[in-house]
């Protein structure tokens, strides 16, 4: 299955600032997802990002607080737009290699704002 | 609205015990469901269910698709404390490519 590098791995940030999240592939994949876990509950996702097309978000996310490239087909990056203490979560971002895996998930980028 | 709902949220037991999660389903075109354990922050794949009454092995956990009742369960035989997870379920409708996200287990297995 396919090997996602994804960072940062943690951070703290002040609320209104921004973040950026980037995810590397070891292989070419057509779509890749970015998933939020807040403290305590279970993974929803924020998009759907293909490359050469505008990003896909699920409802209750926008692209002006989640902005996403994905410029070729083995790199992502979302953004966390004028963060609040709420966007405190775990991001992560994943493919579908393909197969009778199901998804893959990058590491993970901790992310509390204070 | 596609939804899926795991049982037990939380499950304390000792190491030796066998364990029953559970996950059930409400899925337009159910496609595939699937297990993960988490320990940290990315979930660990387990296993991929797609076909109901073929039961997947790996050591001592395994899993089995009930189509017909819109369910899930995964066993694990013989815990060990390393088996302390959240362990998450998820469905796949048929033709989204998304996975829908069950609440999880969150497994502790004392020494």
């Known amino acids: 299955s396919a090997v996602i590098s994804q960072k940062p791995s943690r951070d703290i940030c002040q609320r209104g600032t921004s973040l950026t999240i980037q995810c590397q592939v070891d292989?070419?994949?057509?779509?890749m997802f970015w998933y939020r876990q807040q403290p305590g509950q279970s993974l929803t996702l924020i998009a759907t990002a293909n490359q050469g097309s505008e990003a896909t978000y699920e409802s209750g996310f926008v692209i002006d607080k989640f902005p996403i490239s994905r410029p070729n087909l083995t790199f992502s990056t979302l953004t966390v737009s004028n963060m609040s203490p709420e966007d405190s979560s775990i991001y992560l971002c994943s493919v579908q290699p393909g197969g009778n895996y199901g998804y893959t998930f990058g590491s993970g980028t901790r992310l509390t704002v204070v | 609205e596609d939804k899926v709902v795991q049982s037990p949220l939380s499950l304390v037991v000792h190491e030796g015990d066998t364990v029953t999660l559970n996950c059930s389903y409400e899925v337009t075109n159910f496609r595939s469901l699937l297990w993960y354990k988490q320990e940290k922050k990315a979930p660990t794949f387990l296993f991929m269910l797609?076909?109901?009454?073929i039961e997947k092995k790996s050591g001592r956990l395994s899993s089995i698709l009930d189509k017909k009742e819109l369910s899930s369960i995964l066993n694990i035989t013989a815990t060990q404390t390393g088996d302390s997870a959240i362990y998450l379920c998820a469905v796949e409708a048929s033709g989204t490519y998304k996975y829908i996200f069950g609440t999880g287990t969150r497994l502790k297995v004392l020494a």
């Open positions: 797609t076909s109901s009454g």
């Open positions: 292989s070419q994949v057509t779509m």
